[in-house]
């Protein structure tokens, strides 16, 4: 039986015409690029379902943990915090900003030459169709670039309960000392929007749920080395899509679930694609649902992507955040000791991700890397080229591409993807 949901999302304030005509384009896409792979495994039957009911059962269960009094969390960025909002009690949801809506009405608001990311946000918002958005008690904005800096001043018009936290932009003890701030502001605004004092007990279980979830991905990353790959790159960036949206602790439950059956498969050398397919790994910026255009073009042409230096992807959960600590403080400490290690682009200098894209590179026996910036984002599209250099100085194959989350450029993009595969196969 299919549940309607039309009343919910009016409640919340949807375009419900514009809501529908986002929900069939992402189901026709999703059916296109998803459901028509091959030897798919089993466990991905959660993803599918979680995907379908991503606008559906998953905003039911925030609005009913609302009626509860528990506080939802709108993020774009991995710096927030996962662990303190858990420790209050709320629930972290990653927002919607993977394509373009209401362009023309966004560009009376921001400039044209601003990366896609930005303004999908706005476009979001402007056309009334993101129900997470609409849903969130609070939204935390981040200042990891100019763009996102200059353009949350124009966003605070739109969405009133928007809370904008500073990061520092080098790693120094200062650089610290700002984000340890940082985040203990954001621990006492938590407890006054939750009411729940955060206690050792409750940030210390908030980083045990943040890091299991971690430790699943780590784990299907690892598995991902096997040849044939047991898991397209496909599948493995929707489940990373699907790991800011998902409750953590049914998540984590089902991705462990996923590895297993990964661990059968690879044992009886069944692959989502032939052995010795050509391995691209992706670099750079997040790909945010229903971002899928780079991914899907590679693995069409006949490679197969084995990992993600990205957001959405490796940067996002490669390291955990220690347990160890008797305090509040202390415990607060190890979150930022965690979240200081992340290699953003907006670290200036910033060597630690150069050189853990060559570390996944060679981990996963990578034939190449595509490194992939959104149009606009100087961050990434500059650090692009010493980390071309880089990579061919090791003997890595490498290629650069700007886009955006139009379809406009699917034809060159197939084509100098099928170049670089007939390359470095």
């Not at 890091?211 to 990353?221: D, E, G, I, S, V």
């Not at 953590?248 to 590895?259: D, G």
């Not at 650090?383 to 379809?407: A, C, K, V």
Request: glycine share 6%.
């Amino acid at each position: 039986m299919t549940v309607d949901y039309q009343p919910m999302w009016q409640e919340l304030g949807l375009d419900l015409q514009a809501h529908d005509d986002l929900l069939q384009g992402l189901g026709t896409a999703y059916q296109d690029i998803f459901l028509s792979q091959k030897n798919r495994p089993r466990g991905m039957a959660y993803l599918d379902f979680v995907m379908r009911e991503v606008h559906g059962l998953r905003i039911k269960e925030l609005l009913d943990a609302k009626k509860t009094g528990r506080k939802v969390i709108g993020a774009f960025c991995v710096f927030v915090p996962e662990e303190i909002v858990l420790a209050a009690d709320a629930i972290l949801v990653g927002l919607c900003t993977g394509a373009d809506f209401a362009m023309e009405e966004v560009e009376k608001i921001l400039p044209r030459n601003t990366c896609s990311l930005i303004k999908s946000a706005f476009g979001f918002k402007l056309s009334r169709v993101c129900p997470y958005l609409e849903a969130a008690d609070m939204v935390v904005g981040e200042n990891t670039c100019d763009g996102k800096k200059k353009s949350y001043e124009q966003l605070l018009e739109l969405i009133p309960n928007l809370y904008v936290m500073d990061l520092p932009q080098q790693k120094t003890e200062d650089g610290r000392h700002l984000l340890r701030q940082e985040y203990r502001r954001f621990l006492q605004v938590m407890e006054e929007l939750s009411g729940v004092e955060i206690t050792v007990d409750r940030l210390r279980r908030g980083i045990e749920l943040t890091n299991n979830k971690r430790w699943a991905l780590q784990r299907l990353t690892r598995l991902r080395a096997a040849n044939p790959v047991p898991i397209s790159g496909l599948d493995v960036l929707l489940i990373n899509q699907v790991a800011f949206y998902d409750d953590p602790q049914r998540f984590t439950e089902s991705i462990n679930k996923l590895c297993d059956e990964l661990e059968e498969r690879i044992q009886q050398k069944i692959g989502a694609f032939p052995a010795d397919t050509p391995k691209i790994m992706l670099s750079g910026c997040p790909m945010a649902v229903p971002n899928w255009k780079l991914p899907s073009l590679i693995e069409r042409s006949g490679a197969v992507v084995v990992g993600e230096e990205s957001c959405v992807g490796e940067r996002g959960w490669r390291n955990l955040t220690a347990t160890a600590g008797n305090t509040v403080d202390e415990l607060l400490n190890a979150i930022v000791d965690r979240y200081f290690q992340v290699d953003c682009a907006v670290f200036t200098p910033n060597p630690d991700r150069e050189r853990h894209v060559a570390e996944m590179c060679r981990d996963y026996q990578a034939d190449g890397v595509i490194h992939y910036s959104l149009q606009f984002c100087q961050p990434y599209i500059i650090e692009s080229m010493p980390m071309e250099r880089r990579l061919n100085d090791q003997g890595s194959n490498f290629l650069r591409i700007e886009t955006d989350y139009s379809q406009e450029d699917v034809g060159q993009l197939q084509t100098r993807i099928e170049a670089f595969i007939e390359i470095i196969s």
